[in-house]
């Protein structure tokens, strides 16, 4: 019999909370990421508002840093602790496979100073189409397109560049290059990025619209994923013929698998916010596990390096926690975390390596506080230990400690 007959998993992309143990083996633009703190620095340089993650404990997690999150509770209504990584990378995938109970020992390939001659020039080859090489490179995706969107709208050129994470992505304008051929282009590079020197976790198609000084990417976005290279947690649960629901960017980050219920795209972290309320209160949803991502923490304030706007984000994301608790039934758990930091105050444009936070919360809660200090995996151990199937990789279950 589960403790829970419903677990819903958010991950607020990026959300650090502090640099991990061996964060200076790891480098943002030449500076190792051994200072990195995303949530400490974000309250220190713009503050922080987040009374109901603070009540469920988020002030309480112990920090190495003297920086400050929210202030703590003196009597949390849930649990709390931080996980530390254990895979060879800080990028999304990596994070998110880990917390699904793999573990990554050969990092993707990522391309600071841009795609090699030859992938460019298959790509050419195979779309009839001219690569523009000065946007080859890590670029963010909306000054991209500003700078290269009236050139692509005169020439019909591709728009290829990458970012921190282990990308290729490819801008197009939908008037000037459709839809259906963005697609059929993305999935040929999709074809040539699956071995190394170019393993690439993903392929991204990233259309817009609009004039000079006014693009704006649509909702049209594909992502072209691989699959993981061994089963995770959420294979396990689609096995035993549990639900598994999808929010937002997680069904790309796993290819589809393990997954057999998709909730789509999210527009914004409110639109993903409407989608999880959505699936948890949907009638067919009665038992399983659903798994949300929210990316604009990440996609549009940690890679442009903009604390207000994060910290803003950060603060909306809190104040629509009560809705997500008001659609909980008696017997679910919430677990919010992330998948790796994005420090906004720090060096370069990258991921950073940090601890992630985890807060627990159950209705059925009679206890609260923290709990040991772990790793990204244990989360979907003590999903699997709930549900009563076999983990993945690596994790251990903290179940018994949530009561």
Avoid at 57 to 68: D, M, S, T, V, Y
Avoid at 103 to 111: A, Q, R
Avoid at 161 to 187: F, W
Avoid at 296 to 307: C, E, M, N, S, T
Wanted: charged share 25%; net charge negative.
């Amino acid at each position: 019999m589960p403790k829970f007959n419903r677990m819903h998993l958010v991950v607020l992309d990026s959300v650090g909370i502090g640099a991990a143990p061996d964060a200076n083996n790891f480098v943002n633009a030449g500076v190792p990421d051994g200072a990195s703190d995303t949530l400490g620095h974000i309250s220190k340089a713009v503050g922080l508002n987040m009374p109901n993650m603070a009540k469920l404990g988020l002030g309480n997690i112990p920090r190495e840093q003297a920086l400050k999150t929210v202030p703590a509770e003196s009597n949390p209504t849930g649990y709390a602790t931080k996980l530390e990584e254990v895979s060879l990378g800080k990028d999304t995938m990596t994070g998110h496979w880990e917390i699904m109970g793999l573990n990554i020992t050969e990092p993707f390939d990522t391309f600071w100073n841009g795609f090699p001659e030859e992938i460019l020039t298959k790509i050419e080859e195979f779309s009839g189409r001219k690569v523009i090489r000065e946007a080859n490179k890590p670029y963010s995706g909306t000054a991209v397109i500003d700078d290269f969107g009236p050139r692509q709208m005169e020439t019909g050129e591709l728009i290829i560049y990458t970012s921190a994470d282990p990308v290729l992505q490819i801008a197009a304008h939908e008037d000037i290059i459709p839809l259906d051929e963005l697609y059929r282009i993305c999935e040929y590079a999709r074809s040539i990025t699956l071995e190394r020197p170019a393993l690439l976790g993903r392929i991204i198609a990233r259309p817009y619209v609009g004039e000079p000084g006014n693009f704006t990417r649509t909702a049209n976005r594909r992502d072209l994923a691989v699959s993981p290279f061994a089963p995770t947690v959420l294979d396990k649960l689609n096995e035993a013929g549990i639900d598994t629901y999808a929010v937002g960017k997680i069904n790309d980050i796993f290819n589809g698998a393990g997954i057999n219920h998709d909730m789509g795209h999210n527009k914004s972290n409110s639109h993903g916010i409407d989608n999880l309320i959505k699936a948890m209160k949907s009638e067919e949803f009665k038992y399983g596990f659903s798994f949300t991502n929210l990316v604009d923490f990440d996609a549009l304030y940690g890679h442009r390096r903009d604390p207000h706007g994060y910290r803003d984000c950060l603060h909306e994301f809190d104040e629509r926690l009560p809705e997500i608790i008001a659609a909980m039934r008696e017997d679910d758990l919430l677990m919010i975390t992330a998948d790796h930091g994005n420090d906004p105050t720090y060096a370069g444009t990258d991921h950073t390596r940090e601890y992630i936070p985890f807060l627990a919360y159950s209705p059925s809660f009679k206890g609260s506080g923290l709990i040991p200090v772990g790793h990204f995996a244990d989360i979907s151990a003590t999903i699997a230990d709930n549900f009563g199937v076999e983990k993945a990789m690596i994790g251990e279950s903290f179940l018994d400690k949530l009561v």
